[in-house]
């Protein structure tokens, strides 16, 4: 089921999202989350910004290639590794500007899958920039939080209608 994404300023995109608890409720929104990404078109989305305020995002990186690999962090945990650069980023509830944020290149995540299994991996090039945007949205904090007040201004400023 297609869910509608919210959009900057909604509230609730700025709130700090509780623990999740794995149950059939959870994989259904993780489903209906990894269909609405796929649609928006996206590689990203996380439960907040869908009004599910709890720490659980979805990913698939590659699949505008041709190959989907659906992935699914439930609790996750994430340690920042490496350089810190600056790259270009979107986001689905900020529909319009693209920002230039500063990241760490590689981090090491853990969260428990779907199936309640654990998992611990690092990542790096475009998944670490992706874990590390989602991860923030989990705690409240939007691309527009992590720049400079003007670079702010004239993102909001191209926040489309
Ligand atoms: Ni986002």
């Not at 509230?11 to 989350?33: E, G, I, K, T």
């Not at 990404?37 to 009004?51: E, H, I």
């Not at 199936?115 to 527009?144: K, M, N, W």
Request: a negative charge; aromatic letters at 6%.
């Amino acid at each position: 089921m297609l869910l509608p994404i919210l959009r900057w300023p909604d509230p609730r995109l700025s709130q700090v999202c509780a623990p999740a608890v794995l149950d059939d409720d959870l994989r259904a929104l993780a489903v209906d989350m990894l269909e609405t990404m796929y649609a928006a078109p996206g590689r990203g989305l996380a439960a907040p910004q869908v009004g599910r305020l709890v720490r659980m995002f979805v990913m698939d990186v590659d699949w505008k290639t041709g190959t989907l690999a659906p992935m699914v962090f439930v609790n996750p945990e994430i340690e920042l590794l490496g350089d810190r650069a600056t790259g270009p980023e979107g986001c689905l509830s900020i529909p319009g500007p693209v920002t230039d944020v500063e990241r760490a290149a590689c981090v090491r995540a853990r969260w428990t899958a779907l199936d309640g299994t654990l998992h611990e991996a690092r990542f790096d090039g475009f998944a670490a920039i992706c874990i590390q945007h989602e991860y923030d949205h989990l705690d409240g904090i939007l691309t527009l939080d992590r720049l400079s007040p003007e670079a702010r201004a004239l993102a909001v400023a191209e926040v489309q209608a």
